[in-house]
């Protein structure tokens, strides 16, 4: 069965500082992989995903990805964190049709 | 372009009672989903809708029901709210039946539903 597994509950970053969001999946073919981001109050946003080609994915709000088949790991990165980036981060793994199955979150601070 | 909304934002319930969580796009997608998000567990799908006409269980279906009332709107029912049901509801559209695949998955803003 298809799962994905976000290590860590909760990160704080200083802003202006580098950003890793980890994410492992479980999925015995070529998964369709996505990074979603929620602000407080509002729904998910589609960040970037990944489904085939170049294994480092561009994203909106300046966001990467990169796919590692190796380590089924397809961890989110951000060069400089902006206190506006302060949210709910979420990778999610489909198998090409309706179904999209969430991790549990990564939650960022970012500090001043 | 409001893209997806719901009504309501906030609901509080007693157990026993009813409601109906309302959902509308306006992007012309063929395809919605109702999601529920708890704490430490990310989001699960309750029922999806692939196409007007047709709608199909998730992973938690029990204890709602759905209508695909036309193309925009997609409504979620509880007949007979239970605790365990407080949470907070999404509901998403996307283009086509593909939202964990090539399709991009829009969602609302949510409900937040406490059940007493």
């Known amino acids: 069965a298809q799962s994905v597994t976000q290590p860590d509950i909760h990160i704080t970053v200083s802003e202006g500082a580098s950003l890793e969001l980890r994410c492992n999946y479980s999925y015995g073919a070529t998964p369709y992989l996505f990074w979603y981001v929620q602000s407080p109050g509002q729904g998910l946003q589609l960040l970037l995903k990944?489904?085939?080609?170049?294994?480092l994915v561009q994203g909106i709000k300046g966001f990467e990805a990169e796919f590692k088949r190796s380590q089924s790991s397809f961890n989110l990165r951000k060069p400089s964190v902006h206190w506006s980036d302060a949210a709910e981060y979420f990778c999610a793994v489909g198998t090409g049709g309706f179904k999209t199955i969430f991790g549990a979150g990564t939650r960022l601070f970012v500090k001043a | 372009n409001a893209g997806v909304t719901q009504t309501p934002k906030f609901q509080v319930l007693k157990t026993g009672q009813s409601m109906t969580l309302q959902c509308a796009q306006d992007m012309n997608h063929n395809s919605m989903y109702w999601y529920r998000q708890d704490p430490g567990m990310g989001l699960r799908l309750i029922y999806y809708s692939a196409s007007e006409g047709t709608t199909d269980k998730g992973e938690v279906p029990n204890g709602y029901n759905v209508s695909r009332l036309n193309k925009r709107e997609f409504s979620l029912r509880l007949e007979s709210a239970a605790p365990s049901q407080t949470s907070v509801y999404f509901c998403?559209?996307?283009?086509?039946?593909?939202?964990?695949?090539?399709?991009?998955?829009?969602f609302g803003p949510g409900t937040r539903l406490t059940v007493l």
């Open positions: 990944y489904f085939s080609g170049d294994t």
């Open positions: 998403a559209s996307s283009v086509s039946g593909r939202a964990g695949g090539t399709d991009t998955q829009y």
